[in-house]
């Protein structure tokens, strides 16, 4: 079984930053991709940034420039700096991750309060 926990949420004001991180535990063999969604109320769980096992990094247009994702492979551990938050940026944050114990499945981490206030 894998664990994702998350830390990192708060509350910060307007132009703040912030850094996520989530780590994975448990009978992991490998991990591919990994990364961040959100979700605020009312709304629908989106895509954030993800990353590949190789570094490759994908963003939603909304954060492009602002956020960035990295990880440590040694430590199965992705990270995300928010910096330039807009109260839009408020939401649960989610990490998810594609890792292979006995089988290929995607985790998910049990989500963290980012508040962003005007």
């Known amino acids: 079984q894998v664990q994702l926990m998350e830390s990192g949420g708060g509350l910060v004001q307007a132009g703040g930053s912030l850094r996520l991180s989530c780590a994975a535990s448990g009978s992991i063999f490998s991990i591919n991709s990994m990364g961040w969604y959100r979700q605020a109320p009312g709304k629908q769980r989106e895509l954030v940034a993800s990353?590949?096992?190789?570094?490759?990094?994908n963003y939603a247009d909304s954060v492009k420039g602002r956020f960035t994702i990295s990880r440590d492979n040694a430590k199965n551990t992705v990270y995300l700096q928010m910096n330039s938050l807009k109260p839009e940026d408020t939401a649960v944050y989610y990490c998810?991750?594609?890792?292979?114990?006995?089988?290929?499945?995607?985790?998910w981490g049990q989500g963290t309060q980012v508040t962003v206030s005007s």
């Open positions: 990353i590949t096992s190789g570094g490759t990094a």
């Open positions: 998810n991750a594609f890792v292979s114990t006995s089988a290929w499945r995607w985790s």
